[in-house]
């Protein structure tokens, strides 16, 4: 039986669908059998992340309508035999998801994979409530930054109000992914830091992605940065897929704590 | 302002504390209002009462603090006979 995390936010842009394609990538390099699915109906853009946007035929609304089953709507990768893809349509609107069909069509993912991520729209209406509804872990995306943060808050406050897990009384695993961290401005004080972060929005550290302008890059050549050795993100994201995997990894340094040096210790003393 | 700060003249408190500051304050008045207890039977209970009377669409609860008064939103969408 597979285990289902929805990929969520509160503010759009932070980062959701890059997530969403990295740790699916992650995790089947793991050895995991994956499924990612673009649950943003009506603005596909996983399938352009992943480099798959030519193999779409049929996408999850042609599910939800009867028009196509499961294994003809399924875009196996290319680079990587275990890793699948249900892309969202780009035309037809948020309404033909239909909670029934919804879940069905996630026991059919369980059945047939070990790791399932739904990526979510940003916001609280439509397809959020949709992914949240069946998922056993939520995957929140936060950047270091207020409107982030306080949007993440909200999503976070409904995840149980929305889940049926949590209706059934049990525990939906809510794990925090900070994205684009600036080493520089962390260093300054000027970004807000992971604790504060985890202080604040009182959630489960999963990862921390440091800002890397290879993302752009993998975003125009449909190649995610965790399949470039070189990339900072793609690393974080290599070692966030090897813990949702289980295996114990420490947390990326990314914030680069300790060289603040022998003046920064010295201070340190007077505070 | 640690000694050295003070020292070095950097009087101005840094951004990613303010930041901190605010989200605190600012997160705690959106729980305080997102946080009615009992809501859904709340919910429940205005719908059937309604429903003696008109048909219901869909029914929208909200708590807010405007000054120092408490208000509760309710707005209810009756469902359209065309």
């Known amino acids: 039986m597979g285990i289902v995390f929805a990929v969520i936010s509160g503010k759009g842009g932070v980062g959701k669908t890059t997530t969403s394609a990295n740790l699916a990538i992650g995790t089947a390099m793991e050895g995991k059998k994956t499924v990612v699915v673009d649950f943003d109906i009506g603005q596909r853009n996983l399938d352009m992340i992943l480099g798959l946007e030519n193999r779409v035929v049929y996408d999850i609304t042609h599910i939800m309508d009867g028009e196509a089953n499961l294994s003809q709507a399924l875009i196996k990768d290319k680079k990587n035999e275990n890793l ?9 609107d948020k309404s033909v998801l239909e ?39 939520v995957i929140v995306v936060v950047n270091p930054e207020v409107s982030s943060i306080r949007d993440a808050d909200r999503v976070i406050g409904l995840v149980d109000a929305k889940s049926h897990k949590a209706k059934a009384g049990e525990t939906v695993g809510k794990f925090l992914l900070i994205n ?41 050549t449909g190649k995610p940065v965790i399949l470039h050795k070189e990339s900072e993100a793609g690393k974080a994201y ?27 210790k010295i201070k340190g003393l007077f505070k | 302002m640690s000694f050295f700060d003070r020292f070095f003249g950097k009087e101005k ?36 009462v309604l429903e003696k009377y008109i048909s219901i669409d869909e029914i929208e609860i909200s708590k807010e603090r405007k000054g120092d008064m408490d208000m509760l939103e309710i707005e209810v969408v009756v469902k359209s006979t065309g």
């Open chain 1, 180 to 220: 684009r961290i600036d080493p520089e401005l962390i260093e300054k004080n000027e970004m807000i830091a992971t604790d504060d972060i985890l202080d604040i929005l009182s959630v489960t550290l999963l990862g921390k992605v440091p800002e890397d302008k290879r993302v752009i890059d993998a975003s125009n």
């Open chain 2, 13 to 48: 408190k840094k951004s990613a504390g303010v930041a901190k500051d605010r989200l605190m304050i600012a997160i705690a008045a959106d729980r305080e209002n997102s946080r009615i207890p009992n809501l859904d039977q709340m919910r429940a209970e205005i719908i059937s």
């Open chain 1, 99 to 137: 909670r029934d069909k919804v879940k069905h069509l996630i026991d059919d993912l369980k059945e047939n994979f070990d790791y399932i991520f739904l990526d979510s729209p940003a916001g609280i209406e439509g397809g959020f409530e949709h992914t949240i509804h069946y998922a056993d872990n």
């Open chain 1, 84 to 92: 699948y893809f249900l892309a969202a349509s780009q035309t037809k």
């Open chain 1, 238 to 264: 290599r070692r966030i897929s090897k813990r949702l995997c289980g295996e114990d990894v420490p947390f990326e340094d990314v914030e680069n704590a300790p060289s603040k040096g022998i003046m920064g």
